[in-house]
Each structure stands twice: as structure tokens, then as C-alpha cells.
């Protein structure tokens, strides 16, 4: 497991190595970071980060993360150009971080937000008391979306 930090850092970084970026949102890191940790719970069986995902307004959110950064508002958070993926995190996790990063990337926030509206981990939770979106909910419903 490696720590939401470096997962955002690489979310951050390959999007800003992308000609055609517009740059990374709060919102759409939110939906990043979430694919990332329903696909590899369901690919290995355990998380890519400890933080938990709940389910709020605007689809899953890291609240951590969202305090992080809700100054930048819609604009882009800037990379951490120093920040070297192969470093921190081993061949599978940069396969499947990248993978995210190819498949979503390249929506909108707003488009992301709306598929998460539509998945059944945000569905369960987003008039529930209880917002936490279980790891092993993430992981059945990603293993459904696995080809």
C-alpha cells in the first residue's frame, strides 16, 4: 500500500506531462483517485491507499483530499514536477495508475462525476447516515467491471 499523497502527486504529474490537458480539479482528483482504488481492490485484493472514500454531493470523495486542495476551487492543481513515480511505487501500481489515468483522464470532472453518479458504490451510500463507502463494496463492484 502507498499513501494517497503519491497517488495524487502521480495523478498530477502525468496529466501535466499531456499537451491536451486542461490540468487536474479537486473534483475530478476526487474521481481519479477513486478509480484507482476500486480497480486495485479488485484486481489484488487490497487497497492502493488507506483513506477512506465516502460518498458525498458531487460523487465519491477522500475528504482529506477535498480539505487539500479546496482552495484551488475548479482550477488546476499544479504537479509537483520533482516527484519521480518509479521511486515510490512498484510496476503494478504504476501500470494501473496510468491505466486510470489513460481510460478517465481524459473526461471532464463534471463528466466523471456524472458516471460516478451512476455506479452503485456512490448510489448506496448518498442518502445513506452512513457515507463511508466499504473497501470491499469498491472491490465487488470494480471486480464487475474488469473484462
Request: include cysteine; charge should be negative.
Amino acid at each position: 500500500m502507498t499513501s494517497l499523497s503519491n497517488v495524487v502527486d502521480a495523478f498530477l504529474l502525468l496529466d501535466d506531462k499531456e499537451d491536451s490537458s486542461d490540468g487536474i480539479s479537486n473534483l475530478k482528483l476526487q474521481k481519479l483517485v477513486y478509480y484507482a482504488q476500486g480497480f486495485h481492490l479488485a484486481m489484488y485484493d487490497v487497497p492502493l491507499f488507506e483513506n477512506e472514500i465516502e460518498a458525498w454531493m458531487h460523487g465519491p470523495v477522500v475528504p482529506e483530499l477535498y480539505h487539500q486542495f479546496k482552495e484551488f476551487g475548479k482550477n488546476p492543481i499544479p504537479a509537483n514536477q520533482d516527484f519521480d513515480i518509479p521511486a515510490i511505487f512498484n510496476q503494478q501500481q504504476i501500470d494501473l495508475i496510468c491505466e486510470v489515468q489513460e481510460t478517465f483522464g481524459q473526461f471532464s470532472a463534471w463528466q466523471l462525476r456524472n458516471m460516478t453518479h451512476e455506479e452503485k458504490p456512490w448510489m448506496d451510500h448518498k442518502d445513506s447516515a452512513e457515507k463511508i463507502i466499504p473497501k470491499e463494496e469498491l472491490k465487488e463492484y470494480f471486480k464487475t467491471r474488469l473484462l
